[in-house]
C-alpha cells in the first residue's frame, strides 16, 4: 500500500481547520449562506467534526474542527479524526499552523487512509490531501510507508507470517533500497554460535533464522533489532487460549525496526545501518526446550529456564551479542516483551529503557513534536540480582511477578558491553479505532526515533 499525497490540483477543494474559538470569526468573513449551513448542521469546530459546503456542481469547500486546547491534549491526529469524515475529492488545506504541527496533521490524513485488505476487500479512504506548503511531502510521506509497512507485517496473520515470510519481507525491503542481506538459517545457527536462536524455534516446522541486513557506506553504526517471534505458543509452558489470540503480533519489534529501516532509508540519513532479525516460531513438540534447561548463549554466559514463554529475550540476546561485536555507535532493540510494561503503561505508551540521558533527551523531545508518545523506564540495578540464580548465570523468568519489564530489560542489557543501548517494551497494537490509527497493528516510537538520531547520531 502506498500512502501519498495527491498531485497539485488547481480545482482542489478548500478544507479549513478551525478551532473551535476561530469558528465564530471565521464565519463572520463569509456569506450568510455559508454562515446559515453551519448553523443548521451544528458545526461547531468540535474536534472530529467535518462539515462540506455546497458549491457549483458538488462540494465547494470543507471545514474541520480542531477542537480546544483540552481536546486537543487528550488525542493525536486532529485533523484525521476530521479528515476521514470527508467524502472523496481532493483537497488543499488552509490553516494557520505551523510547519512542524502541520506535519504531523498531515501525516495523520495519510495513515487515516490506511487500509488491510490482503484477505477482504477494505473501501479506500476518497479524501485525498495536497501537500501543505512548507512542509517536507518526502519525508512525511516516508514515515507513513513505514508505518504502513509495520502495520502490514503485524497484521498478517502466522499462516502467511512465519519466519520464512518475515525473512521474504525484509528482502523486498532490501531489494528496494539497495541493502546487503544475509539470513542464516536452521542447523547453520548452530555452526555461526547463535544457539539460544536455534533452540527456541527449532520445534518448529518452519526453521529458524537470523536475518542481517545492511544499508550505508560511511557516517556513525546504528544497529536495530528487533524480536521476530513470529507466533508464540509459549512452547512447553503453554499460553491459555485467551493469551495466545493476539500472538500473530509477538513479531512486532521486527516489523518495527524494519518500518524503521524504511524511514531511514528512504530519507537518507547519512549513517550505516544494520537490522538484525531473530525469526522463530516457539512452538510444541517432542524436540522443544523444556523448563529447567540451561542452554549457553553467543556470548557464553549461560540461562537457566524457568519458563519457556519467556522466549523473546532468549533470541534477543543472541542477536545482541552479534551486534555488540563490531561496537557501533548505538544498538536499539524493539519487542514485544512484556505483559508487565502493558500494566505499567498501557497499549499506547512505548516504555523504553537506557542509560545515556542526552539519547533520552533527543527522544523525549522528538517523541512530543511527532506525536509519538515514549516514557523512560529504569535500568535499575539493584534487581540485577532477581535474574541471577545461582545454578547458571541468568534467569529468563525470575519468580515473584515483580518488575517484569524491567528485569527483561536488564537481562539483555547483559549481552551489550561496548555500545550505547536503547531497549522498547512495545505493545504494537491499536486496540480500537483512533484517528489515523486503526484497530491492528501499530507502529510505536519509529518515528520519535527517526526525528532523534540526527540530533543522537551527531549526523
Not at 496533521?105 to 495519510?110: D, H
Not at 514515515?143 to 519481507?169: C, F, H, K, V, Y
Not at 542464516?184 to 533452540?199: E, K, Q, V, Y
Not at 550505547?420 to 480500537?432: A, E, L, N, R, T
Request: charge should be negative; include cysteine; proline fraction near 6%.
Amino acid at each position: 500500500m502506498t500512502l501519498a499525497f495527491a498531485s497539485h490540483d488547481p480545482a482542489a477543494i478548500p478544507v479549513h481547520l478551525l478551532a473551535e474559538d476561530a469558528v465564530a470569526p471565521w464565519l463572520e468573513a463569509q456569506g450568510a449562506e455559508v454562515q446559515g449551513w453551519a448553523k443548521v448542521h451544528g458545526f461547531t469546530g468540535a474536534l472530529g467534526q467535518a462539515l462540506t459546503f455546497p458549491g457549483a456542481g458538488g462540494v465547494g469547500m470543507a471545514a474541520v474542527g480542531y477542537g480546544s486546547a483540552r481536546s486537543r491534549r487528550r488525542a493525536r491526529f486532529h485533523l484525521a479524526a476530521g479528515a476521514a469524515g470527508l467524502p472523496a475529492g481532493i483537497y488543499a488545506l488552509h490553516s494557520d499552523l505551523d510547519v512542524a504541527t502541520l506535519e504531523v496533521e498531515a501525516l495523520g490524513w495519510l495513515l487515516a487512509g490506511y487500509r488491510y485488505d490482503r484477505y477482504k476487500s477494505q473501501l479506500p479512504m476518497g479524501a485525498q490531501l495536497i501537500a501543505p506548503d512548507g512542509i517536507d511531502a518526502a519525508q512525511v510521506e516516508a514515515q507513513a510507508q513505514g508505518e504502513a509497512l509495520t502495520r502490514t507485517l503485524i497484521n498478517t496473520p502466522a499462516s502467511d507470517m512465519g519466519p520464512p515470510d518475515l525473512e521474504a519481507a525484509a528482502r523486498v525491503l532490501a531489494d528496494q533500497f539497495g541493502a546487503e542481506i544475509s539470513v542464516t538459517t536452521g542447523d547453520d545457527l548452530l555452526a555461526a554460535n547463535f544457539p539460544m536462536i536455534h533452540t527456541v524455534g527449532r520445534a518448529a516446522d518452519r526453521a529458524p533464522r537470523l536475518i542481517d541486513m545492511a544499508w550505508g557506506n560511511s557516517g556513525p553504526q546504528l544497529v536495530l533489532v528487533g524480536k521476530g517471534v513470529c507466533f508464540d505458543t509459549g512452547g512447553l509452558n503453554l499460553k491459555p487460549g485467551a493469551s495466545m489470540g493476539l500472538m500473530k503480533k509477538d513479531m512486532g519489534g521486527s516489523a518495527a525496526v524494519l518500518g524503521l529501516a524504511h524511514m531511514i532509508m528512504a530519507t537518507g540519513l547519512p549513517l550505516r545501518l544494520r537490522v538484525l532479525i531473530p525469526a522463530v516460531e516457539n512452538s510444541v513438540a517432542g524436540n522443544a526446550f523444556r523448563p529447567q534447561d540451561i542452554l549457553t548463549s553467543r556470548k557464553g554466559l549461560t540461562v537457566e529456564i524457568n519458563n519457556t514463554d519467556a522466549e523473546g529475550r532468549l533470541v534477543l540476546a543472541d542477536a545482541l551479542a552479534l551486534a555488540d561485536e563490531d561496537k557501533p555507535d548505538l544498538i536499539i532493540s524493539m519487542a514485544t516483551l512484556t505483559g508487565a510494561a502493558r500494566v505499567a503503561v498501557g497499549p499506547d505508551l512505548a516504555p523504553y529503557y537506557t542509560d545515556d540521558a542526552a539519547l533520552s533527551a533527543a527522544l523525549e523531545e522528538a517523541a512530543i513534536a511527532q506525536a509519538d508518545p515514549v516514557w523512560r523506564m529504569p535500568f535499575h540495578a539493584p534487581y540485577e540480582s532477581m535474574i541471577e540464580p545461582g545454578i547458571a548465570d541468568l534467569d529468563n523468568a525470575p519468580k515473584g511477578g515483580f518488575a517484569g519489564s524491567i528485569t527483561a530489560a536488564l537481562f539483555l542489557r547483559r549481552f551489550v558491553d561496548h555500545s550505547p543501548y536503547m531497549h522498547f517494551d512495545i505493545y504494537g497494537w491499536q486496540p480500537g479505532d483512533a484517528p489515523a490509527r486503526a484497530k491492528g497493528g501499530v507502529g510505536q516510537a519509529t518515528r520519535a526515533l527517526l526525528a532523534a538520531l540526527p540530533r543522537a547520531l551527531k549526523l
